[in-house]
């Protein structure tokens, strides 16, 4: 039979978000039954509760930063058992058969990979996320958070930890290289971490100086002040490596100067309007103007291991949800930039419907 846990929704654009009772379904033969302990909340979860990015199906429930034990499993799991130590990212199914899910790339599913929310399973049915006390979801999307890394702390690396860490890795970011991180958030912050213990020297790029403290804490060797013209003309063809974690507008042509030639500038933000670049800025140095998604499954894995072996958590801010309104108020909090550097749901102390 299903089981009934709870769980915060939320009915209708713009409104606020509410306890509810929400049925996950019986365990199949390679499901695994995780009671969550902790679950992140990204930007994305934003976006799509307020319905900003289009197409939300209401009444909803996000997170897609899980973390938690595992409760029970179906009778042909054999990668965990009850009482281990696990975390869902932002997928929680794949075809299995195509190119990209053999090679690991299973958010590149050419069947169309299964968000954890906002996503119809194959059997038509909407996924609801980590904004609850337990989920289903099948053992080849379950992660093993090793020991060494608290709950609380690894559940933003279920979607912010891969998110920098797959482009970090992909574009060389190591000893001998200079990195450049744009914006200290939940996305920047974790790259920093990640980008200086990789071995690379890390510079973080803000608008102000407010945050250039809190920058070298995290990692960083240097903070610019991008409102500082003489300090962003000092800076040109510096960097091996930027990593763009923003989500609003910018000069992208200001930032591909920055480059040293053949350097990258990543973007894994998703700003509201389209790029603008005249070819010539990246002609000139061979520089790359790209974009980075999640990683498959291995490679999140690889990152939480990473991660464990470096000692490296998110920084966050425990939220108790008993009074519903404090995620509301957290949203907002978010998208101002007023929090340091994520907030994670006690998914315990999420109330009775």
Known sequence: MPTTTRALSVPSAGAPFEAID??????????????????????????????????????????????????????????????????????????????????????FCT???VGT?????????????????????????????????????????????????SPLKRWGAGPGRKVAVVGVGGLGHMAVKLAAAMGAEVTTLSRSSAKADDAK?????????????DAMKAARATFDLIINTVSADLDMETYVRLLRPHGALVNVGLPPSKLSIRPGALIGGNKVLTGSNIGGIPETQEMLDFCAEHGIGATIETLDASDTTTVDTAYDKVVAGDVRYRYVIDTATIPSA
């Open 22 to 107: 929400l049925e996950r379904r019986d365990l199949r033969d390679d499901d695994v039954r995780i009671d969550i302990a902790f679950a992140g909340i990204c930007h994305s979860d934003i976006h799509t509760v307020r319905d900003e990015w289009g197409a939300a199906h209401y009444p909803i429930v996000t997170g897609h930063e899980i973390a938690g034990t595992v409760s029970a499993v179906g009778d042909g799991v054999t990668r965990y058992k009850v009482g281990d130590r696990v975390g869902v990212g932002c997928l929680v199914d794949s075809c299995t058969e195509c190119e990209q899910c053999k090679n690991g790339n299973e958010q």
């Open 111 to 113: 069947q169309g990979s």
């Open 117 to 165: 929310y906002n996503s119809q399973n194959y059997d038509g049915e909407w996924a609801a996320g980590g904004y609850s006390q337990q989920i289903v979801v099948t053992e080849r999307m379950v992660l093993s958070i090793p020991e060494g890394i608290e709950l609380d702390e690894a559940a933003p690396l279920l979607c912010a930890g891969i998110t920098t860490y």
């Open 217 to 229: 804490a995290l990692g960083s060797s240097n903070h610019i002040a991008t409102s500082d013209t």
